[in-house]
């Protein structure tokens, strides 16, 4: 199945949960009406290769029309999601559980694989699963399979506590290095301007536009050589009001 049919899949999947909630069908209600267990409908309903007989049941079920859905599926507009407050905050408090979510979601590694490279126990490794599971990121399946609960892609919103943090850690990271003359290519340059607002707003799209177009060429071109990676920074403030300076009593000469 390709990636397209399981967004497809993702999709009608939830449409039917909501519908099911909706209609305050459980779980139960709902292994009961297919005759199966309850496990086995909890992971039919995250089921990104769920058998298309099952998920006409699921719609008649859910009092959905499968074509109306499937079309809706197909037809729907792009949608970049975001993670919610909850796990953004989540992230933003644990540094380790980000990174073991990226290690899983993004990089697609299996659950064993990740254990191994960072020693996790297994009490370790259920931890951040559960922690994961509790933020309804995924879904734990039977032998140690996840199913995850979101569509790709999914990113943080432009006032996420974690992009701050980030961005906090960059302007620091990039001022000590230029302070400190760490890296010789490490530049930065500082224009007080006074534009008309109009002049302004061209000037930083302008600067934008440059550095996308170079970033698109940065993911065309990837360097496996690390010291090749950098990065850039625009950073546009209001210059803030300082205290006039009082030149009585004279303190220091």
């Known amino acids: 199945m390709n990636l397209l049919d399981q967004q497809i899949i993702r999709y009608c999947l939830t ?20 005759d199966t267990s309850e496990v086995t ?19 008649n079920i859910a009092d959905i029309a499968i074509d109306v ?13 975001y ?5 953004d905050h989540a992230f ?6 980000l990174h073991y979510f990226s290690l899983l979601a993004f990089e697609k590694k299996p659950i064993e694989e990740i254990a191994l490279q960072y020693k996790l126990t297994p009490a370790m490794t259920h931890t951040y699963l559960r922690a994961l599971e509790g933020l309804e990121l995924i879904t734990l399946l039977p032998e140690n399979k996840v199913q995850f ?49 109009s002049m ?11 550095v996308d177009k170079y970033a698109e060429l940065s993911e065309k071109y990837q360097h496996k050589d690390i010291e090749n990676m950098r990065q850039v920074l625009i950073v546009d403030n209001k210059i803030p009001e300082k205290s006039p300076i009082a030149l009585a009593p004279i303190l220091d000469l």
């Open 83 to 87: 993670f919610t407050p909850a796990q």
């Open 69 to 81: 859905l499937l079309n809706e599926a197909v037809n729907r507009p792009a949608e970049h999601q």
């Open 41 to 59: 409908v909890k992971r039919i309903m995250h089921d990104d290769n769920i058998k298309f007989e099952r998920l006409i049941k699921l719609c």
């Open 92 to 97: 933003a408090k644990s540094e380790q559980l």
């Open 15 to 34: 449409k039917i949960r909501e519908a099911l909630k909706k209609k305050s069908l459980t779980y139960s209600h709902v292994a009961q009406l297919l």
């Open 149 to 197: 609960n979101f569509t790709f892609p999914i990113g943080f919103s432009p006032d996420s506590l974690v992009l701050k943090n980030q961005l906090k850690q960059v302007i620091i990271d990039t001022t000590q290095a230029i302070v400190t003359e760490q890296d010789k290519h490490a530049f930065m340059i500082v224009k007080p301007l006074q534009l008309p607002y």
């Open 200 to 210: 302004h707003e061209k000037m930083l799209d302008e600067l934008v536009n440059v």
